[in-house]
């Protein structure tokens, strides 16, 4: 009992990480170790692996079918993960997948910019202008009114389609300038 007591007030007396959070860690390898293998060959070049097993590994993950053996083929991966330092790699993929990111934002912000002009009018022109001042303010004008049109009469939105196409251009053009 007397030797329990003296750690019970030691500040410096600390554990290590939990269980719960070893696990964690363990998962989070394991899945940067997925998101190896579903690189192409070309991909996976570019991202600075050193250790040879690793890479072998990664790429017999290609050849397996059975989930079963898939599944206990990306624990492996895992495993052989916790022996290298995951910062580089993580550095190599975000900078890999930034450009497609990007783009994805960019078409969501023209889309979401597209919806508000539709759903404001004129207050949605000025909001263009405001955000581009090159734009061609009868042009969207126009494209607003053929699509009040379009709707009216249950047609396709092909006005909608040519004014986010319209609005890509101009962030386009922005983004050259």
Not at 9 to 29: C, I, N, V, W, Y
Not at 30 to 40: F, K, P
Request: net charge negative; proline share 5%.
């Amino acid at each position: 009992m007397a030797d329990y007591e003296e750690y019970e007030d030691d500040d410096d007396f600390e554990l290590g990480p939990s269980k719960t959070q070893r696990k964690k860690e363990m998962h989070a390898l394991q899945a940067l170790g997925e998101q190896l293998a579903s690189l192409s060959e070309k991909q996976l070049e570019q991202i600075p692996v050193d250790d040879e097993r690793l890479l072998r590994a990664i790429r017999e993950t290609r050849n397996i079918k059975s989930n079963n053996a898939l599944r206990r083929h990306r624990q492996y991966i895992g495993k052989l993960m916790r022996d290298i330092d995951p910062a580089p790699i993580e550095a190599a993929l975000e900078q890999l997948f930034r450009p497609s990111r990007e783009a994805n934002a960019r078409f969501h912000r023209l889309e979401q910019l597209r919806d508000d002009v539709l759903g404001a009018g004129d207050q949605g022109v000025a909001k263009v202008l405001a955000q581009y001042p090159d734009a061609d303010r009868q042009q969207l004008r126009h494209l607003l009114l053929q699509h009040r049109r379009e709707r009216e009469r249950d047609q396709p939105p092909a006005a909608a389609r040519k004014l986010f196409r319209y609005l890509r251009e101009l962030d386009e053009a922005q983004g050259e300038g």
